[in-house]
Nanobody, 116 residues
């Protein structure tokens, strides 16, 4: 049974920080793990992704503020979010892509709200 369990969302003031975590289980050989987000009325968008080898990719608007990391032994991915802005407000979804067959699995989503 595949599970992606997210934690760490919440309400934070502009300029604040949050750390998201996502633990995956039941997936053989994960290739990439990443974070996507979806704001009300908008499409889901990639925030950051990391390969099993540690290569990373970020959307331009979060570069220098967000850091993605991964513990392969625990099949866990993290997203450290600093200098948060109101436009970062969204539901954040964890993604894990299985190697070779490239099947995507998703977490249930965690709300991040940046507001004063």
């Amino acid at each position: 049974q595949v599970q992606l369990v997210e934690s760490g969302g919440g309400l934070v003031q502009p300029g604040g920080s949050l750390r998201l975590s996502c633990a995956a289980s039941g997936i053989r050989s994960i290739y990439t793990m990443g974070w996507y987000r979806q704001a009300p009325g908008k499409q889901r968008e990639l925030v950051a992704v990391i390969t099993s080898g540690g290569s990373t990719n970020y959307r331009d608007s979060v570069k220098g503020r967000f850091t993605i990391s991964r513990d392969n032994a625990k099949n866990t991915v993290y997203l450290q979010m600093n200098s948060l802005k109101p436009e970062d407000t969204a539901v954040y979804y964890c993604n894990a892509r299985q190697a070779v067959i490239y099947v995507d699995y998703w977490g249930q989503g965690t709300q991040v709200t940046v507001s004063s």
